[in-house]
């Protein structure tokens, strides 16, 4: 007769009732196989919003004029944003957790505030590790499974505070978990479910999957990028900003408040489930693309 198949809940169960845990152990053990569900339901449950944004996307639309305007009918090139390796970066990578990323300008080189975590400074980049728990061996196969989940869901999930000098570029790749960063000279994220939330940021390159994005943004020179599949998108353009925008969304709405002066220069084009928009602010020597598939892009335009 072949034995039964565990799966991890049994065997942490088989480890408590066999008196190789405590409680407590097999709590924590139970919590963070429970953290790791939550999040991979969360990246299978944005995989399929991608994937039928898209199906929708490749859908016949019902125009609202016969003849679409030149603006609808041509693609976009694709902008290039290139890293800026002139720049002193952190490049942070987490599997679940909130991130919080602020400038303290007493800093010469970046400090983790709260979370288990250290960085490693290579070059102008400083990298971050996330801490592990540790892993013993004790020859028991059940006992050395939990002290390895332990450790894994230990080392990529969790909360983090990060502070960073002045002038310094951030780098994120989060799978789940909200994102808050105030005052880096260029963000580059890769986000597959959460919120971002970046204030006065001086250059964006930004691809999302799900979740809101709310960012204020300094834009005077090079190429810039916000794409995201399903959310809302609010931009705040300050002062000083020198730009040319121009955004589309799929499915949903898009509202640009402006003064009158860059009002002069919009061009939209509307359709029956989506449209598109360009705008010129100041000189415009910056380019802004936003891409959004389903949800609703809101522009404002701070006066000089």
Do not use: C
């Amino acid at each position: 007769m072949s034995e039964p198949i565990f799966n991890h809940r049994d065997r942490v169960m088989a480890m408590l009732e066999e008196g190789k845990i405590s409680r407590e152990q097999a709590d924590q053990l139970l919590e963070a196989l429970g953290d790791a569900d939550e999040v991979e339901s969360t990246m299978k449950a944005v995989d399929e919003e991608i994937k039928e944004t898209a199906a929708r996307a490749q859908e016949p639309q019902s125009v609202a004029s016969s003849e679409p305007s030149q603006a609808k009918t041509e693609k976009r090139a694709e902008p290039k944003v290139e890293r800026n390796n002139d720049l002193n970066w952190v490049v942070i990578e987490m599997l679940a957790g909130d991130l919080n990323v602020k400038v303290d300008a007493s800093l010469s080189e970046p400090k983790v505030l709260d979370g288990k975590a250290s960085l490693e400074k290579k070059g102008n980049t400083y990298v971050l590790h996330r801490g592990k728990a540790k892993v013993s061996h004790s020859g028991d196969p059940l006992k050395d499974f939990g002290n390895m989940v332990a450790g894994f869901i230990g080392g990529l999930h969790g909360d983090l505070e990060i502070a960073i000098p002045e002038g310094f570029g951030v780098e994120v790749s989060s799978k789940a978990g909200d994102v808050d960063i105030e005052g880096a000279v260029f963000l580059k994220a890769n986000l597959l479910a959460g919120d971002l939330d970046a204030k006065d940021i001086a250059g964006i390159d930004l691809q999302m999957a799900a979740g809101d994005v709310d960012v204020s943004l300094k834009l005077t020179t090079g190429s810039h990028k916000i794409k995201l599949a399903a959310g809302d998108v609010d931009i705040h353009l300050l002062r000083g900003s020198s730009v040319q925008v121009e955004g589309s969304v799929s499915m949903g709405d898009f509202k640009i408040h402006a003064p009158q002066s860059i009002e002069e220069s919009l061009e939209i084009n509307n359709s029956m489930m989506g449209g598109d928009f360009k705008a010129t602010l100041g000189g415009g020597e910056a380019h802004l693309e936003v891409e959004l598939s389903t949800g609703d892009i809101e522009v404002k335009v701070e006066n000089d």
